[in-house]
């Protein structure tokens, strides 16, 4: 059965890119979400890791969880993470896995990418690297990675269901994936699933937890778990870890 997508994608896909150009380029504005080294703070980064990073590599980060609680990635992975944004994650994940291994960030926005680039360059980072894409479609080989990883993106995304697949298509047989977005009590209702307002204010393309585990079965992954849920600014948020078999 072909995914209901009950908004105009190119629509949401616009206002997306305009809300995170904000967030890329005005990052100590007032904005109704917290970001940068407060949000990481209280979503249980380590405090030595963020605090090892410059303000740039910090400051646009507007995640919904801490996708490194699960103990990976480890030394010598291969990280996709998609929906990068400024690239803390990637920055985060680069310190994880050394310079054995190698994180790729995939974004939609420009002055996002443009941002994650110049801190890569700035910290001297050869195996970071930024690559312009959609989720639903990868700009990545087949097989690369050992880890995928995305925080509060997914939430965003129209087609799930191709965004999962296309996480499967990427990793490595085995490998796994961690990510962390919205999870809401119960459906949300039909009319405020057309709304792009709703959608980029983290409400109108949220699922609850049975769905998202559903999203990922057909996708292909096995050994799923829910991490615990996060309420940190009076949303529900939570981590999920699959595995590529």
């Not at 994650?89 to 310190?95: E, T």
């Not at 310079?99 to 939609?108: H, P, Q, S, T, Y």
């Not at 990868?138 to 999962?164: M, R, T, Y």
């Not at 079965?217 to 981590?239: Q, Y």
């Amino acid at each position: 059965m072909a995914e209901l997508i009950p908004v105009d994608v190119e629509a949401l896909r616009a206002d997306v890119r305009k809300k995170y150009r904000e967030v890329a380029l005005l990052p100590n504005a007032s904005y109704h979400f917290h970001t940068g080294r407060e949000l990481a703070a209280m979503l249980g980064y380590e405090a030595d890791v963020v605090d090892s990073l410059p303000d740039r590599a910090v400051e646009s980060f507007s995640g919904v969880g801490n996708p490194f609680s699960r103990q990976v990635p480890q030394r010598g992975d291969r990280v996709v993470d998609l929906g990068s944004g400024g690239g803390f994650d990637c920055f985060v994940a680069a310190g994880r896995v050394g310079a054995e291994g190698a994180v790729l960030g995939v974004d939609m926005t420009p002055e996002m990418l443009a941002k994650a680039k110049g801190t890569a360059a700035a910290l001297g980072l050869d195996n970071v690297e930024f690559r312009d894409g959609l989720l639903e479609e990868l700009p990545v080989e087949d097989g690369w990675a050992d880890v995928v990883i995305s925080n509060g993106v997914i939430n965003l995304c129209a087609h799930k269901a191709a965004v999962f697949a296309q996480a499967f298509r990427v990793l490595r047989p085995g490998g796994t994936m961690v990510f962390a977005d919205i999870a809401n009590g119960r459906p949300v209702p039909d009319a405020a699933t057309c709304e792009i307002d709703l959608w980029t204010g983290c409400i109108g393309g949220s699922k609850p937890l049975d769905a998202w585990k559903q999203l990922l079965d057909t996708a292909g992954f096995a050994d799923i778990e829910v991490g615990p849920p996060i309420d940190a600014f009076g949303g529900s948020g939570g981590e999920e870890h699959a595995r590529d078999y």
